[in-house]
């Protein structure tokens, strides 16, 4: 029951994170797209909520069930290769994350506030295509855990 439980919580903690990536770049680029100063703020600040919420609860969700699952099945997290695989992936991802898109975030929404539509749209631009690259890890590390 225990491990049925962990595995729930590891699969829903992938859904709530990889799921929150591509429909916030979806429904993002959708509302940017309309060029309307309230949707582009609008935008900026449901980004920033929906990743604190969303993305940290799932990561969070991933990484804590994906330890105890490996030590409660005696699985070696540093010497096993699909998961030394996953989880640089998730690292690589979360790095981009906090290094780039968190500060792009920001800025997206400070711009929008401001109604400097050229800033918001720079930072905009650069949030979108590094989300999308930073998706292209997450969805290795989902192939890897399931063709393990």
Do not use: C
């Amino acid at each position: 029951m225990i491990d049925a439980l962990l595995k729930f919580l590891h699969i829903l903690g992938v859904v709530l994170m990889v799921g929150n990536v591509i429909t916030t770049g979806l429904w993002a680029h959708w509302a940017v797209s309309e060029d309307k100063e309230a949707l582009r703020r609008y935008a900026a600040h449901s980004i920033l909520k929906a990743d604190i919420f969303l993305t940290f609860l799932g990561g969070g969700l991933i990484v804590v069930t994906g330890i105890i699952m490996s030590v409660a099945n005696d699985t070696p997290m540093t010497t096993t290769p699909w998961i030394v695989q996953g989880a640089i992936a998730l690292i690589l991802s979360t790095l981009v994350w906090i290094v780039f898109l968190i500060p792009d975030q920001l800025r997206m929404q400070k711009h929008a506030e401001a109604e400097d539509k050229e800033a918001f749209v720079k930072a905009y631009r650069r949030w979108y295509i590094l989300g999308w690259l930073t998706t292209i890890p997450l969805l290795y590390a989902i192939w890897i855990m399931v063709a393990k």
